[in-house]
């Protein structure tokens, strides 16, 4: 035998080989097809963003950790990675640089590091970020580029305004819906991502695909994003069956927006969600009523950021809560 | 469909890499070691001397208490010293060290008898052979058998359920059992059958072991009392609540036994020691062991007498590998790292697994990342993390209250935890102080 000693640990004595690490890569391969899209829409310009924000998200927990902090650097980690890309994701295109600097740091300054670090923080960083970011600049948040600022062919679809913007303020000033129709992208522009709005929010398809890899890859289960959806859907459903002059269908509410980019990718963070299923049930609905109740009644077209950081704040209390049914602990078999 | 338990649950690579060779007679160990505690329960009392010549299948030790077990020599020989030496547990336990007389025909005396179907004895005589020939749970768990046989008169058992999972990877030791000697398990389930009368058995068998359910399909095709259930393969499907709750979707209440809800489990490798003690009256001296690993040069299942030292086992399937860092008592999810080879064999003793260097060292652990995977693989519905958390804390009262004390041990949080956290060491932990202080108490 060599020389090295024996080692007696307990068992078990084989693990998944299943890392942190590789979870949080397997969410940044599940964004690629979603930023594919952004390159082709937007340009030069989404890449600048996000690496921008990017290399921002990893310097600054860099800095914090080794002169703050002075722990363990654990940059490498992906989770500093994933919140730079989902932060850009969640901007326009044409944001100022230092915004998307001050962005950044309030993502892992504020959100994640003062908490604690990495599985502690209650708040979805990227979504803090962009928060205080559209509370700060409104106006530059919600500029989105218009074809002379972007050059490529397909811009010309690009309209300044996202498409739940011009139905907000088309509601507001007495527009109808098939008024309004005419003037947002057709569903099936909305599906491949011909739309003005975020980076990463473009593409249903290019979201979806992301999502259903997380799921098949196990990194996500499908209760958030299919709960969430649903709930969304049939709350509009009931607005827009109620009176459909008034009220946009629901598939415009579910494709247009952050809602597959939340459902998919925000909502999810497995630190700030719930960490059962039946919590996680609730959870989903809470941001599903939430978004609807922002959109139809908040100030703001959009409210999926505002909702998921909402109920973020609610999954210890619904980890609490919702616990799993232990085993044993209600006989419902009797002998027979 | 195949059955399995609803909540929980991890499929580790089953890496069966002996199910394919038959059990091999180890060759007779020069000298034995024989813990007077192989069971779960008060200790044996040593009842013979130093110098004392002993016969194979003596009783050595006496049942100490209602909850023990006899313990009898494995082989004719001379007892050399009485000696506390350190066992598979890693503490040092008294032993009692037998040195073999080869000469001694009476060896060979016990082995290969032939199929004895008739069953001659009383239903009292029955469990009196189980009492008086030592046998215990060969499933791991080493609980004396005779116990959870005697039912009490309030106790209604309808099922008894023979445990043919074998869901730990690795170890194949109950599988061939199952193919070798199945007519003689379908004989030990007919002496419980008369002796408990209990006339609805079922046989569950993991689905990766498919030979063995044909097997007993094939045997059992006339008998309408025996069936045979493939189970999905899914660990711990062999833990007795999960197996319960799968075959009959019955749940056994928190801190309660299979008998709470009518139902008695056995593993099949203890069914055979029941079979061989009331046909032949031959004490609990050896068993099935698996050596195996993947470095290992010729893995095998070896019929082992007890009380021998690992270090034959290793010898005969070509040595340590080179890279070896880790020996394991038993499979890789629940067994115990043992500290050299000179540890003997128990009746607990399923297997034995030499692990490499690439697979021996643990990662670092790092932050919970909340993802709740060790929530989703729980059998039992706990929270691992948040039990270790509470341990951490040294917050007793609240892991109680967060019922970590019917935390199985099963190891599926640990093995599943991609920040690498030693969940179940912190439960284990915490369990032991729990226990410490509830004796404390009283
Ligand atoms: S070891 Fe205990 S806590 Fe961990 S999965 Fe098994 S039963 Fe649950
Ligand atoms: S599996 Fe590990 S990282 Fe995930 S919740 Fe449990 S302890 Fe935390």
């Known amino acids: 035998m060599n020389n090295q000693p024996i080692i007696i640990s307990a068992s078990p004595h084989v693990h998944s080989s299943r890392t942190s690490k590789k979870l949080m890569y397997d969410v940044v391969i599940a964004l690629i097809p979603a930023f594919l899209v952004s390159l082709y829409v937007f340009g030069i310009s989404a890449l600048i963003v996000t690496s921008i924000a990017v290399i921002s998200c990893l310097v600054f927990e860099f800095l914090i950790q080794k002169y703050l902090l002075k722990t363990e650097i654990t940059i490498s980690d992906g989770s500093a990675l994933i919140t730079g890309i989902l932060l850009a994701f969640n901007l326009p295109s044409n944001l100022p640089i230092w915004m998307i600097i001050v962005g950044s740091l309030v993502a892992i300054a504020v959100a994640k590091s003062s908490f604690g670090g990495l599985g502690f923080n209650i708040f979805n960083p990227a979504l803090v970020g962009r928060v205080f970011l559209l509370i700060s600049f409104p106006v530059q948040m919600t500029m989105w580029p218009t074809a002379v600022e972007n050059n490529t062919a397909i811009a010309d679809a690009v309209t300044g305004a996202t498409p739940l913007e011009i139905i907000k303020e088309g509601l507001m000033y007495g527009e109808t819906m098939t008024e309004l129709t005419s003037k947002i992208p057709s569903n099936i522009d909305l599906f491949l991502g011909i739309t003005g709005g975020s980076l990463g929010e473009m593409s249903a398809i290019a979201l979806i695909l992301g999502g259903l890899f997380l799921i098949i890859r196990k990194v996500i289960t499908w209760h958030i994003p299919t709960i969430m959806l649903i709930t969304i859907a049939i709350i509009t459903g009931i607005f827009w069956l109620v009176n459909p002059e008034k009220n946009a269908n629901p598939l415009i509410h579910i494709l247009s927006g952050g809602v597959l980019l939340g459902a998919f990718f925000m909502a999810t963070d497995l630190v700030t969600s719930p960490m059962t299923k039946k919590g996680m049930v609730i959870f989903a609905i809470g941001i599903g009523v939430i978004t609807v109740v922002i959109r139809k009644f908040g100030a703001y077209p959009e409210g999926v950021s505002f909702a998921i950081l909402i109920m973020n704040a609610f999954v210890p209390l619904i980890n609490t809560y919702f616990k799993p049914r232990r085993f044993g602990s209600k006989i419902k078999s009797k002998i027979v | ?442």
Not at chain 2, 95 to 124: A, G, H, M, W
Not at chain 2, 154 to 182: Q, S
Not at chain 2, 373 to 384: H, R, S, T
């Open chain 2, 1 to 442: 469909m195949l059955k399995t338990f609803p909540k929980g649950g991890i499929h580790p690579h089953e890496n069966k890499i002996t199910s394919a060779k038959a059990i091999k007679k180890l060759p007779l160990p020069k000298t034995v070691y024989v813990p007077i505690s192989q069971h779960i329960g008060i200790p044996s009392e040593i009842i013979v001397e130093r110098k004392e010549k002993v016969s194979i299948g003596q009783v050595i030790a006496k049942s100490g208490g209602y909850v023990s077990s006899n313990i009898h020599s494995p082989v004719a020989g001379t007892v050399t010293k009485l000696d506390k030496l350190i066992d598979s547990s890693g503490y040092k336990k008294q032993c009692i060290v037998i040195r073999t007389d080869f000469k001694d025909q009476s060896n060979f005396e016990i082995i290969d008898t032939p199929l004895q179907t008739e069953i001659k004895l009383s239903e009292t005589e029955i469990l009196q052979h189980i009492t008086d020939y030592g046998i215990v749970g060969l499933g791991g768990a080493t609980f004396p058998s005779h116990v959870k046989l005697n039912i009490k008169k309030d106790k209604i058992i309808d099922y008894l359920i023979i445990n043919g999972v074998e869901c730990e990877p690795y170890l194949t030791a109950d599988h061939r059992l199952m193919l070798e000697k199945a007519e003689e398990i379908i004989v030990g389930i007919e002496i419980l059958m008369f002796a408990l009368h209990i006339d609805k058995i079922i046989i569950g068998i993991e689905n990766n072991k498919k030979n063995a359910i044909d097997n007993f399909k094939k045997l059992t095709t006339n008998n309408n009392k025996i069936k045979v259930a493939a189970l999905k393969i899914k660990y711990p499907q062999g833990s007795e609540k999960q197996l319960v709750k799968s075959l009959l979707k019955r749940e056994v209440p928190k801190n309660g036994l299979p008998l709470d809800v009518g139902v008695i489990v056995h593993n099949v490798g203890t069914i055979f020691a029941i079979y061989e003690a009331v046909q032949y009256n031959k004490p609990l001296i050896e068993r099935v062991v698996t050596v195996t690993g993947k470095k290992v040069k010729n893995p095998s299942n070896f019929w082992v007498k007890i009380g021998t030292p690992v270090k034959d086992l290793i010898d005969e399937v070509g040595g340590l590998p080179e890279d070896t860092r880790k020996i394991i008592n038993g499979g890789p999810m629940m067994g115990k790292a043992i500290k050299n080879t000179d540890v003997p064999i128990t009746k607990g003793t399923s297997g034995i697994l030499v692990i490499s260097e690439d697979e021996a060292e643990r990662k670092r652990s790092k932050n919970c990342i909340r993802c709740g995977q060790c929530v989703f693989v729980c059998p039992m519905g706990l929270e691992p993390h948040l039990l270790m958390n509470l341990t951490e804390k040294r917050m007793y009262e609240k892991a109680f209250n967060e019922d970590i004390m019917t935390c199985i041990e099963c190891g599926s949080c640990s093995y599943v935890c991609p920040s690498h956290r030693p969940l179940l060491d912190y439960i284990r932990f915490g369990k032991s102080i729990i226990k410490k202080l509830e004796t404390d108490k009283n």
